[in-house]
């Protein structure tokens, strides 16, 4: 067994890329080797801003000797064909042998592919990895042929077992294979050798380059942490910026920086997007007041003055930048002071799609809609409209220019300057939610109505116009707005009846394929509730199943019905009269459906079930009046009982024609009274 080490050293990976390049480094080298059948122990993929390191362990020496059994052409067949066969198979005809075969006899060939050693094939597979990795983007340079993210410095391949360590032989447009690499580039720039990953982890540390990305990142947020708890401040987390961070430094030294009073007024969002964007920044907060005082900086290299230098000169761009910020702000509250007005009427001149209008013409028809839905939700009516004529106007503010993502946000800040209400200011900020399946949803009804307006506004603009979603692509997130309706109504528990508020789409591909697109994103939905798929398309079978919230309910019903035994079993029951009623009705040509009377009945069991059905029918039909779902299940599993002892006591193809008919009515019945409730023949089982 032996030990393989890979080390593709180069200029700086953007840090976006590393990691997926780590992967794929691991998986192509893996897979290639197995394929060659060179199999391994485990393998552990790393990576640094110059560097994306391979380690394996328990690699085979070689590759083991392979036999098989090719079968050629018949015994007779052409010379030509028999030539070529042996050809292909690199014998002689004396390694032929011949078989009977259903056809008569056959040459077969026995072929010896002998093993290789494993330096041989990590250096074929190790070739091809790297002239075909798969970058986004990736440069040449020089007179070679060779295409890298960015230049590519050095390789080292060392395979390595208890007996020696040796280099692979390979090269690659005059880059040769080695077992040499480089530290730190200003603090570490010398070469040195290394035998295997463990001395060539522990040499790196020395060389002041920490291998490991999480150990980067704890040792950056480590010390970020404890410097501004010395201070009584606390770091902003930033899962993401904590990564890309991680992946500008190969030595990280944590240096804590001041913001200048001039700035400490700025909303502490501006202070934390224009940091992080630009600077790749921390904020730090001061938790009394809440605002951001601080930042902390990442610098790859230790100096003299302990940092002092390289936060001088990051204070000094920081503020360049907060005095735009700051100009930004000040110039955009004067414009919220008087009103948005301005910025409302600019947006007539935004398109917001060319065959869908302006953003203003938008507004415009959000607010109609969220005016219209205000009842529903339980908003002032005139706040929900003034709320959805307002909520975009920040597009037009400098600060949203600059910073995109903060749209929306900076709208509750210039509502409430404007003097508008709380309420209004919180539809502002809230309207664009939920984006994704962990955002919050809005909950305070004005933000409710003009989020839902905001959605449906958008999808049925996008149907009318026939540009719907197709495969994987979904330019427009047509996809996340019909989550986002959908989870609006179920966290609000809505009664919401969406098709007549699909209408718009019947201009282009229609307002039914719109609620069969919510229908699809739903059944995503209620599956991650736990919801069975076959519950939820008994639900979408029935009346209603534009009502979101209300199917939900059903399925939720359901599902807890067919947890007991009489409404597992009910199904059973169910299916077998629904069965032998569609074959009575297709082979005499007539619908059962008119009624059954007692007074024909001619056992037991028979009147027993007429009875089950006389109390069902009273407790469903209430129960479902009010949409008291459980209770009308709970009663139709009821009926699991008296079904299963009518199969078992009577022949429904009596003798008399009257009972024969009588008796398919009663079928029909159970049929009836089942499907009042929930569509039980889309179920399985």
């Not at 050629?72 to 690199?90: M, Y």
């Not at 982890?201 to 970020?224: D, G, P």
């Not at 992080?276 to 930042?295: D, L, W």
């Not at 414009?335 to 203003?360: C, D, P, R, Y």
Request: net charge negative; with cysteine; proline share 5%.
């Amino acid at each position: 067994m032996a030990d393989l080490l890979i080390e593709l050293f180069s200029e700086e990976i953007p840090a976006g890329l590393q990691a997926p390049a780590a992967e794929n480094l691991k998986k192509l080298m893996t897979n290639g080797m197995v394929e060659a059948g060179l199999t391994y122990a485990s393998a552990a993929a790393f990576h640094t801003p110059r560097r994306l390191t391979l380690a394996v362990e328990g690699l085979l020496d070689s590759s083991p000797t392979v036999q098989e059994e090719r079968k050629g052409p018949k015994v007779g067949a052409p010379e030509k064909a028999i030539q070529g066969f042996l050809r292909g198979a690199g014998l002689t005809p004396g390694d032929l042998e011949t078989r009977d075969d259903k056809k008569g006899q056959v040459y077969f060939a026995k072929i010896t592919k002998p093993g290789r050693p494993a330096a041989e094939i990590v250096a074929e597979v190790l070739e091809a990895t790297i002239r075909n990795f798969p970058w986004p983007k990736s440069m040449r340079w020089g007179t070679g042929s060779l295409r890298w993210v960015r230049p590519l410095q050095s390789i080292l391949c060392l395979l390595s077992n208890e007996a020696e360590t040796q280099i692979v032989p390979l090269e690659l447009d005059g880059i040769a294979a080695g077992h040499t690499t480089k530290g730190h580039r200003f603090m570490a720039p010398d070469a040195f050798t290394v035998t295997g990953f463990d001395d060539y982890e522990t040499k790196l540390k020395r060389a002041k380059v920490v291998l490991r990305a999480e150990e980067r990142s704890a040792a950056i947020w480590q010390e970020a942490t404890n410097q501004a708890f010395a201070l009584g401040q606390t770091v902003v987390e930033d899962a993401g910026l904590l990564v890309e961070v991680s992946g500008l430094v190969e030595w990280p030294v944590v240096l804590l920086g001041q913001i200048d009073d001039d700035f400490l007024d700025l909303p502490p969002e501006v202070l934390k997007t224009s940091m992080k964007e630009h600077q790749k920044f921390f904020s730090v907060s001061n938790p009394k007041t809440g605002r951001i005082e601080r930042f902390v900086t990442v610098a790859n290299i230790e100096t003299a003055d302990q940092g002092a230098t390289i936060l001088k000169g990051n204070q000094k761009v920081l503020a360049a930048r907060l005095a735009d910020a700051k100009f930004f702000w000040e110039n955009d509250l004067r414009e919220a002071k008087a009103g948005m007005i301005k910025w409302q009427v600019s947006l007539e001149n935004v398109t917001f799609h060319n065959k869908l209008g302006s953003q203003s013409a938008r507004i415009k028809r959000i607010a109609a809609m969220a005016r219209a839905l205000a009842p529903v939700v339980g908003a002032d009516a005139d706040v929900a409209e003034q709320a959805a004529l307002v909520a975009k106007a920040d597009l037009s503010s400098e600060m949203v220019y600059e910073f995109p993502e903060l749209q929306g946000l900076m709208g509750r800040y210039y509502a409430l300057e404007a003097g508008m209400g709380v309420d209004i200011a919180a539809a502002c900020e809230e309207h664009y939610s939920p984006l994704g399946p962990s955002d919050d949803v809005p909950t305070a009804p004005t933000s409710v109505a003009v989020a839902l307006a905001d959605k449906l506004d958008t999808l049925t603009g996008f149907w009318a116009i026939n540009e719907k979603p197709t495969g994987s692509k979904d330019p427009f997130a047509l996809r996340r707005a019909a989550l986002g309706v959908i989870r609006l109504i179920m966290k609000n528990q809505l009664t919401l009846p969406l098709s007549a508020l699909l209408t718009p789409a019947d201009a282009g591909a229609g307002s039914a394929d719109l609620l069969g697109f919510f229908q699809d994103r739903l059944k995503g939905f209620l599956r991650d509730q736990g919801i069975r798929h076959d519950v939820i398309d008994a639900c979408i079978s029935m009346p209603g199943n534009d009502n979101f919230a209300l199917l939900a309910k059903r399925a939720q019903a359901l599902q807890a019905t067919l947890a007991t035994d009489d409404g597992e079993n009910l199904i059973q029951g169910f299916k077998r009269a629904n069965n032998i009623l569609s074959q009575a009705e297709e082979k005499d040509s007539v619908e059962y459906s008119y009624g059954a009377d007692v007074k024909f009945a001619e056992s037991d069991a028979e009147i027993a079930l007429f009875e089950a059905l006389d109390a069902a029918d009273a407790q469903i039909k209430p129960a479902m009046d009010v949409e008291d779902f459980s209770t009308a299940m709970a009663a139709m599993a009821q009926l699991r009982g008296p079904i299963d002892v009518f199969f078992d006591a009577v022949k429904i193809n009596a003798d008399s024609a009257m009972i024969r008919r009588n008796r398919l009515n009663l079928l029909s019945r159970i049929r009836t009274t089942c499907l009042s409730v929930v569509d039980l023949s889309k179920l399985e089982g």
